[in-house]
């Protein structure tokens, strides 16, 4: 199966991702999933499928990358990554300023994994 790719801007927003899948859906009518990377991308996605007609899951499934207010309260909620954005970011300025202390032993941290977290964007039944 070849991957169906489109870039959008992100300060685009939902209005981005509602009119790159309108494009996509012209391009590839038998679409029937989409991994949306911005959640603001995906929620306009949603838009833009009940446009067409399509039903969420049962048509096109939809996940996003990150799992944030707008995946968690969409309708329907989207499945997400969740990529523990607050534990990472305090593990990078642990690091950094361990490094502005003169403390550079460290070059790395681990972070951890990213977890899926099912939704019903992405449940058929």
């Known amino acids: ?3 169906i790719v489109t870039a959008v801007e992100e300060r685009l ?3 981005g991702g509602a009119e790159a899948t309108r494009r996509l859906l012209m391009r590839s009518p038998r679409l029937d999933g989409l991994c949306v990377p911005v959640d603001a991308f995906a ?3 949603l838009r833009a499928l009940r446009e067409a007609g399509r039903r969420v899951p049962r048509d096109v499934v ?3 990358r990150y799992d944030g ?4 309260t969409s309708q329907p909620a989207l499945t997400a990554v969740d990529l523990h954005l607050d534990q990472v970011g305090q593990a990078a300025i642990d690091l ?7 403390e550079t032993t460290r070059q ?3 972070a951890p994994e990213p977890t899926l977290i099912e939704r019903a964007s992405s449940r058929r039944r």
């Open 43 to 45: 929620v306009g996605a």
């Open 62 to 64: 939809v996940a996003t």
């Open 108 to 110: 790395m941290v681990e």
């Open 13 to 15: 927003g939902e209005e």
């Open 96 to 102: 950094l300023l361990e490094h502005l202390r003169g």
């Open 1 to 3: 199966m070849e991957p």
């Open 69 to 72: 207010m707008r995946a968690r």
